[in-house]
């Protein structure tokens, strides 16, 4: 059974800092991990995609890197900004049957003050 | 390219009664995926439909049912509402099973 967990839970830094987010997975047979990010109350806006055979994925101040042996994936954002409080979620892709759900972690809190 | 909607956008049912919540997939797309999100939770797996047909389901009781149409878009029944149904329900579409596309939600509020 794939379980996701994301350390911290609600995290709350000043403008400017650069910060790690972390997620954890049990199983390693993944082929891809997603970043997320939700707005209070709003859906997801997906913000990185990492193949498994990819370690890093940079969007703007975003990095994703990937460690499947480790079943462990950092989002990175540097310069953070006001504009970056949300919830940050991570999720694998499950196949059962013939279906793929995503499994996710429960989140990450963000808040950046000005 | 238009994205992925969902209709309502919120809504307010009373415990027992019936809810349906819809979901238009985006261009090209002919798979959609329901998801359950409690408040401080991640989104939970409801079900998905590939050309119309239940893929895969979640563990969810049978009162959830869906249904797909020709054109891909779907619908999420919930029916003898409980009041732990109050959530922000997602849908999102791919196509396959490649790179799921979320539409913004309904909040579902049960009383």
């Known amino acids: 059974k794939q379980e996701v967990t994301q350390i911290p839970a609600a995290l709350s830094v000043p403008e400017g800092e650069n910060l790690v987010l972390n997620c954890s997975f049990t199983?390693?047979?993944?082929?891809?991990l997603q970043w997320f990010r939700q707005d209070p109350g709003k859906g997801l806006t997906s913000l990185l995609l990492?193949?498994?055979?990819?370690r890093e994925q940079t969007s703007g101040r975003l990095n994703a890197s990937l460690d499947k042996s480790s079943g462990r994936s950092t989002l990175y954002i540097a310069a953070s900004q006001p504009g970056d409080s949300a919830t940050y979620l991570c999720a694998v892709p499950l196949t059962q049957g013939g279906s793929e759900k995503l499994v996710f972690g429960k989140g990450t809190k963000l808040t950046v003050n000005p | 390219e238009t994205g992925v909607t969902q209709s309502p956008t919120h809504l307010i049912k009373t415990r027992g009664q019936q809810v349906t919540l819809r979901c238009s997939s985006q261009s090209g797309h002919n798979t959609v995926s329901w998801y359950q999100q409690a408040l401080g939770q991640g989104p939970q797996f409801i079900f998905q439909?590939?050309?119309?047909?239940?893929?895969g389901r979640g563990n969810f009781p049978p009162r959830f049912s869906g249904l797909q149409f020709p054109n891909y878009s779907s619908e999420l029944n919930v029916n003898a509402l409980e009041l732990d149904d109050s959530a922000l329900y997602l849908c999102?579409?791919?196509?396959?099973?490649?790179?799921?596309?979320f539409g913004p939600g309904t909040r579902l509020t049960v009383t």
């Open positions: 439909y590939y050309r119309e047909e239940e893929n």
């Open positions: 990492i193949q498994s055979s990819q």
């Open positions: 999102a579409s791919s196509h396959a099973n490649l790179e799921q596309y």
């Open positions: 199983d390693s047979a993944i082929y891809n």
